[in-house]
């Protein structure tokens, strides 16, 4: 989704925490599918995504709730 999001958004560039990008393999493993998701574009990586179970609908969020059931 973080893919997704990112390339949906025409990000430019993308932050990354320090133990994440001190390792070489998850940089690797982000710019594979970063290049993966371009070449297939937007409309196939999202198709490809639903059909692994990966894409989420907002609806599908239960973040929010987790945060607000936490501050009450």
Known sequence: M???NYIRAKAEYWELW???GSSA???KKL???IN?????GLAEYKKELI??????????DTYAKKVKEKRE
């Open 31 to 33: 710019s594979e599918t």
């Open 25 to 27: 393999e998850t940089c």
């Open 51 to 60: 059909k692994s179970g990966l894409f989420r609908q907002p609806e599908d």
């Open 2 to 4: 973080s893919v997704y």
């Open 18 to 20: 320090r133990g994440d």
């Open 36 to 40: 993966r998701a371009r070449q297939l």
